[in-house]
């Protein structure tokens, strides 16, 4: 039970938002921060709501330009519960004294509990357990519930409950200079079974969202006596219900809402779905039970089980939590994409970047249906990507680098650097790798569930696209016999230009043109897997002829790869050229070094001039692809790669890494796994504490990193237990591992559910579940027959 829940012991209000974001609660649909409901948005306290897919475009002038960011919308606070004595102050805590505090995020059950208590300037004691649900099997349904007792008083009291629709998006300083007011419309309104409600709409999308909500003060189970008195301000609702508490009594207060949208499907109008859903929700102990049931049956999917670690286990715990809690069965067949932070704040606008590429591995091998939901939002944004390439002049479908709502490029033109305070161009848009990121995340997706319908409807055509795409980027250097791609962005954002030149692009980075060979390769092989009627329709509709598939061949065995020297794979053209950078004397002059790229322009020098990267980029193909993966995609393009390059690159490049993403710690753990297995788990180890310790220095209050959470559950399945999704079947080849002696986990291959456990040099493998009463999985070297529900166990001597 200890390692399911995070504890903080004291009320400290400078952690406050950073423990807000790691105490959010969601369920796919809806998220709120960890925030204190008795207060609104103050210096310490954030209460932060989002609705996934809520996004809201606006204009702001800038430095001399008017530029248009989608925001990740702050819609109305539903927490807002407080109370007083009639004749006293409002509960707050960074007023009154706090006599104890204690704050738990329990995941097993997903609710955030805080227990305290507090004393007021007349001396009143007063102890409150507040606990409060996101619920995971009601999708609409939030709830709270206060258990209150006056320690040392009776009397008069006053318990407040509101919705309250006055907020803006204020969670992330560098954006306050833009726009940031998103609701309006604003409507309140009381029906005579004293539900209170509020609805409004975001300005420019005109999402309507409607909370409803009821209130209850409970004593020994039976409703106490209380009048109750409503407010209806602008853009807020509150009820004030006044009753007498005796010294010593236990009271519940409980507050139970339902939100609905206009983005819902199967529903008349949001308000009259919310009162009713509030008219039917029961106690908060039902919503509770139905909740942690809904809970029990994702952790025993999704549970890693570390035996002799308390602190890894935790914090792999809550990086599978808030997974979970963002991408959870609720996003099934809605239309929302993976947003890089979490439905946890307002950093990068929750936007949905190539993140999912370290997010789908988990899912796939436990929840490939909400997978599947996901690889949707991008089928469903490719005419968007298909005009936009046209708008490039080129062919096929360009999916952009940040995309939100409608699937056009969010991605920002400017952007502050709070060091400098200076708004300066970002060309980071420039990444095009994203769309080899989806063409790879739906092989994947098809390699893991065998999914052959999904193949050839939507994943055939957006693959086959992005192929064209690529194809129609390719520059053919006749001299060299080669093709190149110019003009980009490759995954490391410290590069966008080279140096002194005022126009951004990059010229062959080897990661985009390695991926570009790869996703023609197969482009391919899919149009042979795929029904001979549907390849036939497939290619008249993305006009495909003959010579377009020739062109694929040539280019996948064609296309450049620039090397430095012997093996060393150069990041892109002309990086070789650029100066070393003093690490020694940055790390001694600055505390944290992260952040390059604004560490640099506050002394208006420019990364683009040094051999120094924010993260992982040539290294990124040693952790999609397995060492013969890679010798086979190299050896078609004519160049030789095997351990000894792998090695040299890595070494390379890691002196070259400052880690200002956190997704380049988990590209590190996994690449060094084979290699250096003491420094693998360092990295693995950062990774871990991201957000838990913000090693960031304040980027975490801003939301959580779900690339880096998930790819640590993924380094624990595919790197340290080293399962592989073959064509053919599942391989089970665990490293040898000096920091984890017990371990467990289950996965999903092809609707299989397969148990595996390590204890010490023990391999434990299980075939639990499956429509076959046979199934063959590779073991280290061999395969194996395994029979539905007998244990099989191999010594990893
Ligand atoms: C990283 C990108 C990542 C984005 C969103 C950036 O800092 O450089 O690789 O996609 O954050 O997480």
């Known amino acids: 039970m200890k390692k399911f829940s995070i504890v903080y012991k004291n009320w400290n209000p400078k952690e406050q938002n950073h423990r807000e974001a790691i105490c959010t609660l969601g369920n796919g649909y809806i998220a709120t921060r960890g925030a204190a409901e008795e207060s609104g948005n103050t210096e310490y306290n954030y209460p932060g709501t989002y609705l996934a897919g809520g996004f809201n475009r606006a204009k702001t002038e800038i430095s001399g330009r008017t530029i248009e960011n989608e925001d990740f919308v702050n819609f109305p606070n539903w927490l807002c519960l407080n109370f007083r004595p009639t004749d006293g102050e409002w509960l707050d805590l960074e007023r009154f004294k706090v006599l104890e505090y204690r704050q738990t995020l329990n995941m097993k059950k997903g609710v955030l509990e805080r227990n305290f208590r507090v004393e007021d300037a007349e001396g009143r004691k007063t102890h409150i357990h507040s606990c409060r649900l996101v619920s995971m099997h009601k999708k609409h349904m939030v709830g709270l519930q206060w258990i209150f007792r006056p320690e040392n008083w009776s009397g008069k009291v006053e318990f407040l409950s509101a919705l309250d629709g006055n907020v803006i998006n204020d969670n992330v300083a560098r954006y306050r200079d833009l726009e940031s007011h998103h609701l309006v419309s604003h409507r309140t309104d009381l029906s005579q079974d004293q539900i209170i409600q509020l609805s409004v709409q975001t300005k420019q999308s005109k999402i309507t969202m409607a909370q409803a909500a009821s209130a209850v003060i409970l004593h020994k189970g039976k409703p106490l006596p209380a009048d109750i008195e409503t407010h209806q301000d602008e853009g807020r609702i509150s009820q004030v219900f006044s009753t007498e508490v005796k010294e010593g009594n236990e009271y519940a207060v409980e507050k139970t809402v339902a939100i609905y949208t206009s983005r819902d499907v199967a529903i008349s109008e949001p308000m009259q779905e919310a009162c009713k859903s509030v008219r039917r929700a029961g106690s908060f102990a039902e919503m509770l039970r139905e909740h942690t049931l ?142 080899s990121a989806i063409a790879y995340n739906i092989w994947n997706y098809f390699l893991t569930t065998g999914d052959r319908k999904f193949l050839s409807f939507f994943g055939a055509e957006m693959f086959l696209s992005i192929a064209a795409f690529w194809a129609s980027m390719v520059i053919y250097n006749a001299e060299e016999d080669r093709y190149e791609i110019h003009g980009i962005v490759g995954p490391d954002e410290y590069h966008t230009a080279y140096p002194g030149s005022e126009e951004p692009g990059l010229k062959n980075n080897a990661y985009t043109n390695v991926m570009t060979a790869w996703v023609m390769q197969k482009a391919l092989e899919i149009l042979e897997i795929i029904d001979t009627r549907r390849k036939e329709e497939l290619l008249q509709l993305l006009e495909i002829n003959d010579m377009e598939i020739l062109l694929w061949k040539e280019i996948s065995h064609k296309m450049y790869v620039p090397f430095i020297k012997e093996g060393i794979i150069n990041q892109f053209e002309g990086y070789e050229k650029l100066d070393e950078f003093p ?176 204890s010490g040099r023990n391999l434990k493998i299980v075939f639990e579940e499956g429509h076959k009463d046979k199934l063959k999985i590779g073991v280290v070297n061999d395969i194996c027959e395994f029979h539905k529900g007998i244990p099989r166990e191999f010594s990893l001597a």
């Open 583 to 758: 690490w020694d004397e940055y790390r001694e002059k600055y505390d944290d070094i992260h952040r390059l790229d604004r560490v640099l322009e506050n002394e208006n020098k420019d990364p683009n001039n040094y051999k120094a990267s924010k993260q992982a980029d040539v290294l990124m193909l040693f952790y999609l692809f397995s060492v013969d993966e890679l010798h086979l995609i190299f050896k078609k393009l004519g160049h030789e790669v095997n351990e000894d390059v792998i090695v040299k690159n890595i070494e390379y490049y890691r002196k070259r890494t400052s880690h200002g993403s956190t997704l380049s710690r988990v590209v590190f753990s996994w690449i060094l796994l084979k290699y250096n297995q003491l420094q693998s788990w360092q990295n693995f180890e950062k990774v871990l504490v991201s957000d838990f310790e913000d090693i960031q220095g304040g980027t975490t209050a801003e939301g959580i990193h779900l690339g880096a959470m998930a790819g640590s559950l993924d380094l624990v399945q595919r790197g340290f237990l080293g399962l592989e999704v073959g064509e053919e079947t599942l391989w089970i080849n665990p490293h040898k591992l000096d920091h984890i002696k017990e371990m467990s986990l289950k996965v999903n291959f092809r609707s299989h559910w397969v148990l595996v456990s390590i």
């Open 294 to 435: 809904a809970f029990e049956t994702l952790w025993h999917r999704a549970d890693i089980k570390l035996v002799d670690d308390d602190k890894n286990q935790l914090l792999l715990r809550l990086h599978t939590f808030h997974i979970l809690q963002t991408v959870s069965p609720n996003v099934i067949g809605v239309d929302v994409g993976v947003p890089a932070r979490g439905l946890h704040g307002e950093a990068y606008r929750g936007h949905i970047f190539w993140d999912e590429l370290f997010v789908f591995p988990f899912l796939n091998l436990r929840f490939p249906e909400i997978t599947r939901s996901l690889l949707m939002y991008r089928y469903h944004r490719i005419d968007e990507a298909r005009y936009a390439a046209k708008e490039e002049g080129k062919r096929g479908a360009m999916f952009p680098w940040q995309s939100g709502s409608n699937g056009r490029s969010e991605s920002q033109v400017l952007h502050l650097n709070p060091e400098s305070g200076r708004w300066i161009a970002d060309n980071t848009y420039l990444q095009r790798h994203v769309n």
